[in-house]
């Protein structure tokens, strides 16, 4: 016989769960999980942090400012003295009232040899970036590698080859081979740097240009150079720093006429008497230049740094 079955009871509705979590207590679900930090907090700290940074690399620069209205007694004590009498003796020896040795023709040898060396790394720069990102010729990453190692060798390796070159021609306390010598000096980082910056150049720019007619040097001049303007101030700002500053060159292949301004800091420097608050106000004045010049470009600095960064 065959045994009967009881069916199984059918659920025509929806089926409920009685589990805990379906149920509706009318609160909302608390989130597992880190809270969230306050932007605000992180701004405040980082610009703490910026500040105290800012503060720990000018305290030597103020420091120097100050020694520099001391007398040479005055800045020579141990611990040295912040509230000492404030003078111009220094600034009165720098410009030779006392000792007769005016700086302004160091001076002006700075300023001939970093200005018209930064005209000629420009120059030479542009075009050289514009065949390395533009129109990138055939392995042109060997030609990178090749301007890089350029600056691999220290100069103080190449100073005595240097310095019988300049014997052997006559050039020697030359106003216009130190010029030359920062020329090919800053030339590999200027075009590293106008590089990243004319890469940013658009295509299309000067696709339209060459379909208009635009000879190359006309594209130069009136399509890349305006927009590639921030860079270019960049470039020439970090070239123009690096020749004002360069002390070892000039040192070696200058004499009386050609002598540049880091030279002439350097003969404040003597084995007798006291000297210190008169080489920071030959610092202090050598160095007004420089900052002139970074305040000036500040804006076309900030603008070509972040344009050769940021792709």
Not at 83 to 94: P, Q
Not at 232 to 253: G, Q
Not at 256 to 274: D, H, K, R, W
Not at 290 to 299: I, N, T, Y
Request: glycine fraction near 6%; include cysteine; charge should be positive.
């Amino acid at each position: 016989m065959s045994t009967l079955t009881p069916a199984a009871p059918q659920n025509f509705g929806p089926a409920r769960s009685t589990s805990p979590t379906a149920l509706n207590t009318g609160r909302t679900p608390r989130r597992r999980g880190k809270a969230r930090m306050d932007p605000t907090r992180n701004n405040t700290a980082a610009g703490i942090a910026a500040w105290l940074l800012a503060l720990l690399f000018a305290v030597p620069v103020l420091w120097m400012i100050l020694t520099s209205f001391h007398s040479e007694t005055d800045a020579a004590t141990n611990p040295p003295s912040i509230a000492a009498n404030l003078t111009l003796d220094a600034y009165r020896e720098f410009f030779g009232e006392t000792s007769g040795v005016s700086p302004w023709p160091s001076l002006i040898n700075s300023a001939t040899a970093s200005i018209l060396s930064t005209v000629l790394v420009l120059l030479l720069a542009f075009p050289a970036a514009y065949a390395l990102s533009i129109r990138p010729v055939k392995k042109w990453t060997d030609v990178m590698f090749f301007f890089l190692s350029t600056k691999m060798m220290p100069v103080v390796a190449a100073i005595l080859p240097l310095y019988l070159f300049a014997r052997t021609v006559g050039a020697l306390d030359n106003i216009w081979f130190l010029i030359l010598m920062y020329t090919s000096m800053n030339l590999p980082i200027a075009v590293w740097m106008m590089r990243s910056f004319l890469a940013e150049v658009p295509e299309e720019m000067l696709e339209a240009a060459q379909i208009d007619g635009a000879n190359l040097l006309l594209i130069l001049r009136k399509i890349i150079a305006p927009v590639a303007m921030p860079g270019i101030a960049a470039t020439a700002l970090i070239c123009f720093i690096f020749s004002w500053n360069e002390l070892l060159l000039a040192r070696v292949l200058t004499g009386v006429v050609a002598g540049t301004a880091p030279v002439f800091l350097t003969g404040f420097v003597s084995g007798q008497g006291l000297f210190l608050a008169q080489v920071c106000a030959a610092a202090v004045v050598i160095s007004l230049p420089v900052l002139f010049a970074g305040f000036a470009a500040q804006d076309k600095l900030v603008q070509g740094l972040s344009l050769g960064a940021v792709k």
